[in-house]
Every structure is written in C-alpha cells, then in structure tokens.
C-alpha cells in the first residue's frame, strides 16, 4: 500500500488564466519505491496560519476588520481557511513525481482571506495544506488496486505576500472589487444618475468629500 507524503517547492502565477490563479509545484512521494501509481484523486484543504508570523503596527491597523484591536489578538488571532482545491496527480512509477496545484484566488472584500492578504505590506503568508483523497496503484505482478489518503498528510510553505500582489496588480491594475448589496447599488446608482457623474469613482469621492465636511462641521 502506497505510503504517500507530500512536499511544496515552490509557486509561481497561472499567466493569462480566466481567474487570479496560483501553481503549487507539489512534490508527491511514495516511499514504496516498487508500486506504480497509476493515479491520484486529491483533496487540499489550505489553511492560513496567521499566528505564525509577525505584524508591523501598519498591518494591524489594515488588519482591524478583520481581527479587532491588535490588544486582543491573543484572543481573536486564529487560523483561516483560505479555500479548498481539487487535482489529479498523473500516475508515475518510482519514488516521487512533481505536479501543479492550482489555486484560484479571489479579489472579493467579503472573504477573509482576501481582507488577510490585503492587509498585509510584506513578507510571507504561512500556509497549512491538508491532504485527503484516493490513490489508484499497482503493486509488483499484482492487480490495479485502490486505497484511501488520510487527512493526516500535509504540508507547510510560505506563500511571498509581493507574488499574490503582482498577480493581482496583473488581473485588476489599480482596481479592487467591491460587492454591495442590490438595494444600496441602486440608491447610489441613482445619486449617480441623478448628479450627472460620469463614473462610479467619482460618486464615492462625492460622498465621501460631503461626509468629510459633515465631520469638520460638527
């Protein structure tokens, strides 16, 4: 039975993919050197491990949405589920092969994990991946057989916050994403209209200039 362990070398970005999308060069070895894999049907489940680095007073301002005052983050300061991923490992005889664990990633401010990223200035974001599945292989002179892969396989890496920034200043240069919900869009929908403001930017810098002066006077 395979005794399968798995190892991240690295990562780079998916050019010119429908969606933001990460490659993680993922390092498959069986240390039953004798059985062929003919495939792997695998299951990751990514976690941040946000206590495993440090934050520079910047990033805790960035990051108050999120985890509340930098004074109770020994309270509120807990690992995230950043997303869950699905590939197929191609079958390989031999000790190890090497294959491309792709991650899409969203722009979107509701998710956390996006909030996590954002807020973050430099450095590197720890990552906890898990691993479940099924892995079809064959042993010396025998039959095509199947096994289960436990979630207790996993691997650690980090992730350079400067390559999630450059793939998306890639995807969306100097733009972020913003979801509203359907009855505040159509109120500022129609401010818009009703103003004659040609873009959606200048609204808000409208708004935002009226509240401002609304603050100084009062």
């Not at 993680?24 to 990514?46: G, M, P, S, Y």
């Not at 992730?159 to 919900?181: G, I």
């Amino acid at each position: 039975m395979p005794d399968l362990n798995f190892q991240i070398e690295g990562v780079s970005m998916v050019p010119f993919a429908a969606v933001p999308t990460l490659a993680f060069q993922l390092r498959v070895e069986n240390a039953a050197a004798d059985e062929t894999i003919h495939t792997i049907a695998l299951r990751c489940q990514i976690q941040l491990e946000v206590t495993r680095r440090r934050y520079a007073p910047e990033e805790q301002q960035r990051l108050l949405d999120l985890f509340g005052d930098p004074d109770r983050w020994s309270q509120t300061l807990r690992s995230l589920l950043w997303t869950n991923a699905n590939m197929v490992v191609p079958g390989f005889a031999g000790t190890a092969t090497v294959a491309d664990l792709q991650v899409p990633c969203t722009f979107d401010f509701n998710v956390a994990a996006t909030k996590y990223f954002e807020g973050l200035a430099d450095g590197e974001i720890p990552l906890h991946i898990m691993f479940s599945g099924t892995v079809f292989y064959a042993p010396p002179d025998g039959a095509l057989q199947v096994a289960p892969i436990s979630w207790e396989k996993e691997a650690r890496f980090k992730l350079p916050v400067k390559l999630w920034r450059a793939m998306m200043d890639s995807y969306y240069p100097n733009n972020v994403w913003l979801n509203l919900r359907r009855d505040l869009f159509d109120r500022l929908y129609l401010y818009k209209m009703r103003h004659g403001i040609p873009t959606w930017e200048q609204a808000l810098e409208n708004l935002l200039s009226m509240e401002m002066e609304a603050m100084v006077k009062s």
